[in-house]
């Protein structure tokens, strides 16, 4: 190579030094001096947080809104809107909301005396609790009685909490009577006595038989019935013969005579 031709050769090297290491510095320049990697505040205090946000010329916005967390203690930051890094890069001047930690959450069986299964099962349901065993007594109480763990009683997620269950008695169960031939108005205020309600009465012509007469029933003579099961009759009623507003064996008015004109 001759001299000159080396010369050139080492005019464009430096060059291209100069171009590369004035483009370094100038990208250097621009992302350190206008961006910088996000923080991690989380597991700070809010007095530290805050320091660090200022050094960084930086925001730093409290969330009314608490989080519980198991690792971080309460009054320490526990969660920022933007992830850290140094892949995630803000400018100076930008706003980092923060939210405190309220501690581990402590979860307590809720007192669940007088409800209902249902409403009981949808209060565990949002506590974070299930239901466990359910059982059942008859008291003169309604509702839950008693709970197992019992109220108050700190748990961990997802513990299952038995119920017991108060129901009422059952109603006494008789067995059902013959009523047949018997007058309905006899037969009534004796079933009443014992709780059992005639729910529904027909009436049915039957020949030979007086009017108010008991001519079928239903549950049968003999079958269990209690205050819950509805009893039915059909009673006698004679067919009305008589004409209307003329008593009954009475003859009917002779029609008027004929006159010839």
Known sequence: MKRGGFSTFLFVLLLLA?????SYFSF???????????????????????????DLGITLKLDDHRRNSDKVPVEHIVWQNRPPG????????????????????VLKVPDLSGQSTGTAM???????????????VSTGANGIVAADPPKDTVVAAQTPVSLLVSVAPPPPAYVMPDLIDQPIDGVRPALERRGLTIGTVKYEA?????????????????APVTARDPISVVVSKQE??????????????????????
Request: proline fraction near 12%; charged fraction near 15%; include cysteine.
């Open 18 to 22: 100069i171009f590369g290491a004035s």
């Open 206 to 222: 039957y020949p030979g038989i007086a009017d108010g007469i008991v001519i079928r029933q239903y549950p049968l003579r003999g």
């Open 28 to 54: 250097n320049f621009f992302i350190r001096g206008k961006s910088l990697p996000t923080p991690n505040l989380v597991g700070l205090s809010l007095a530290d947080a805050r320091a660090v946000c200022s």
């Open 86 to 105: 140094t892949t995630s890069f803000i400018k100076r001047g930008t706003t980092i909301r923060v939210e405190l930690s309220a501690g581990p959450l």
């Open 240 to 261: 009305e013969t008589s004409i209307i507003g003329q008593p009954p064996g009475s003859s009917p008015p002779a029609p008027p005579p004929q006159t010839t004109p």
């Open 122 to 136: 949808l209060r565990l349901g949002q506590q974070n609790l299930k239901v466990g065993n359910l059982a059942y």
